[in-house]
């Protein structure tokens, strides 16, 4: 014969245990709700950084020119237009359709007088992302031979203006460089040829300009 109250127990142990899994479902449903809210906010979040990045970074989206010398060697030659090397790297994501003029003036003296970019000839070049072109920046007249063999000994200074327009944009430098004179090889050494000091910028406001 049944002990009065264990069919009661019974029932109620039955409903604790459906309580319990009806529990455990939800928490389950609650979990991956949770986590899926999380990773959709995960997502949004990365895909916000990324549109930030890309307008924070001009060239994500457009190319993006500088102007820089390829090397600081000087080899000048009396009677003959004196040459600095130049290199136009395009930094940006898409092809930049470039139009480019440059000059070269040497100065015995500092001068405040830049030189103009009115009569100097246009090189029209389109430099692939991530490609560079290489460009010579000439003297409007040649040295004289006096003049060469001061550039030789590091007597005066050398004034750079390059100017690219681009796609809507433009670069523009203006650079003054000391120069540091040649200097003879010992036995076994070789010369060492005049070169380019650091440079500083032109007095004019955009002498150092890139949009």
């Not at 459906?18 to 949004?44: M, N, P, V, Y």
């Not at 070049?125 to 040295?143: K, W």
């Not at 090889?185 to 150092?208: I, T, V």
Request: aromatic share 6%; net charge negative.
């Amino acid at each position: 014969m049944p002990r009065p109250g264990c069919a009661g127990n019974h029932g109620a142990k039955s409903r604790l245990m459906e309580l319990s899994k009806l529990a455990a479902a939800f928490a389950s449903l609650i979990a991956i709700w949770t986590g899926g809210c999380a990773r959709d906010e995960q997502d949004h979040a990365r895909e916000h950084m990324h549109h930030v990045a890309a307008e924070q970074d001009p060239s994500a989206s457009r190319p993006y020119v500088a102007v820089s010398l390829a090397e600081l060697e000087l080899h000048p030659v009396g009677g003959a237009k004196f040459g600095l090397p130049l290199n136009i790297p395009n930094l940006g994501q898409m092809p930049a359709d470039t139009h480019i003029r440059c000059v070269v003036k040497y100065s015995a003296t500092q001068d405040s007088t830049m030189p103009g970019l009115d009569n100097v000839a246009e090189e029209h070049r389109v430099i692939p992302p991530g490609a560079s072109e290489s460009i010579t920046a000439f003297s409007q007249e040649p040295i004289t031979p006096a003049q060469a063999d001061d550039i030789q000994r590091g007597r005066g200074w050398i004034y750079l203006v390059a100017e690219v327009s681009y796609n809507g944009h433009a670069a523009r430098v203006c650079q003054e460089f000391p120069i540091i004179g040649a200097k003879a090889g010992g036995p076994y050494d070789k010369p060492a040829p005049a070169q380019l000091a650091r440079y500083s910028l032109c007095g004019e406001p955009r002498s150092n300009y890139f949009d």
